[in-house]
């Protein structure tokens, strides 16, 4: 069953992984929770809707830090729009 985007959460996650992405820094769940001042589990949902409708793609990160293993960035086809 394909994710349906734009729920309450999915525009300013996507918004947020724009900003943080522009500002050349990391798009992490932990950071896009900040930035757009929601909890993280709801980023992640977020994060897996839009993934699945093609709005982000999602790579694992080199860290330590087990709740920062994401990096989010806007897919090919929206940084192209922008």
Same mark, same amino acid.
């Given at each position: 069953?394909?994710?349906?985007?734009?729920?309450?959460?999915?525009?300013?996650?996507?918004?947020?992984?724009? @900003?943080?992405? @522009? $500002?050349?820094?990391? $798009?992490? %769940?932990?950071? !896009?929770?900040?930035?757009? !001042?929601?909890?993280?589990?709801?980023?992640?949902?977020?994060?897996?809707?839009?993934?699945?409708?093609?709005?982000?793609?999602?790579? %694992?990160?080199?860290? $330590?830090?087990?709740?920062?293993?994401?990096?989010?960035? %806007?897919?090919? $086809?929206?940084?192209?729009?922008?």
């Amino acid at each position: 069953m394909a994710a349906t985007s734009w729920g309450w959460r999915d525009a300013p996650v996507l918004e947020a992984v724009l @900003r943080l992405t @522009r $500002a050349g820094g990391d $798009a992490t %769940p932990e950071a !896009i929770a900040y930035e757009s !001042i929601l909890h993280v589990e709801d980023v992640h949902f977020a994060i897996e809707a839009l993934a699945a409708d093609g709005y982000v793609q999602v790579a %694992p990160a080199d860290s $330590a830090d087990i709740h920062s293993t994401l990096i989010v960035t %806007p897919s090919l $086809a929206l940084r192209r729009r922008h």
